[in-house]
């Protein structure tokens, strides 16, 4: 079985600061991994992805995450936060990668304070 | 020019009550799935098909039955209505052999 981790449920940052999201993850496979964004009121969305490839991966609105297997962590990071970030975000976790379900954690709030 | 759309977006009803939630992507996926956000935020997968056919099927009461007319539409019809059933019910979809999946806006079912 597989699980995910984020510790915390808040994160606030001034604008401009490193935003810096954190996600462990617990696979007895090697795990596709995700970070999703859900704005308020609306669905969510894909940030990024891991699938094997490079361990650093980036996604868009400057968002870049880094697969660490020896930590089992697959952090979110940006370097400038903007107003716009303000949102809830999401790690998952897939095994088999294609059409398979996500087990997501339980998701951090992301605050921007100008 | 809606990718994963979900009909309604909100649905207020009494316990004890049937109702459904409609699903459609014009993405030509393979694959839909239904999630549930609780009032924590925390997501769960329910129930998820491919090709009209049921492949995840998670320990959901069975008052809630999936349908699949076809590979663009999954339904979610939720028998004998109970307050636990209030929640945020998304609709997602994912192409063959790939691993994103896109998510509809949500269904916000309030249970009174």
């Known amino acids: 079985a597989q699980s995910v981790t984020q510790l915390g449920s808040h994160v606030s940052v001034s604008e401009g600061a490193l935003v810096l999201l954190r996600c462990n993850y617990s696979?007895?496979?090697?795990?596709?991994l995700f970070w999703y964004v859900q704005y308020p009121n609306q669905g969510l969305q894909l940030l990024l992805k891991?699938?094997?490839?490079?361990?650093l991966v980036k996604g868009i609105n400057g968002f870049e995450a880094e697969f660490k297997k020896s930590e089992t962590s697959f952090h979110l990071t940006k370097p400038s936060a903007h107003m716009s970030d303000a949102a809830e975000y999401f790690c998952?976790?897939?095994?088999?990668?294609?059409?398979?379900?996500?087990?997501f954690g339980k998701g951090i709030t992301l605050s921007v304070r100008p | 020019d809606t990718a994963v759309s979900q009909t309604p977006k909100y649905l207020v009803t009494q316990m004890g009550n049937d109702k459904s939630i409609k699903c459609e992507q014009n993405?030509?996926?393979?694959?839909m799935y239904w999630y549930k956000q609780d009032s924590k935020k925390f997501l769960k997968i329910m129930f998820s098909?491919?090709?009209?056919?049921?492949?995840i099927n998670e320990t959901v009461p069975n008052r809630f039955s999936p349908k699949s007319p076809d590979k663009a539409h999954l339904n979610l019809h939720i028998n004998s209505l109970e307050l636990g059933d209030s929640a945020v019910y998304f609709c997602?979809?994912?192409?063959?052999?790939?691993?994103?999946?896109?998510f509809g806006p949500g269904t916000r079912l309030t249970v009174l």
């Open positions: 891991y699938t094997s490839a490079a361990t």
């Open positions: 696979s007895s496979v090697p795990p596709y």
């Open positions: 098909y491919n090709n009209k056919e049921l492949i």
């Open positions: 993405l030509g996926h393979d694959t």
């Open positions: 998952a976790v897939s095994l088999t990668g294609a059409n398979s379900k996500l087990t």
């Open positions: 997602a979809s994912s192409p063959r052999g790939r691993d994103e999946q896109f």
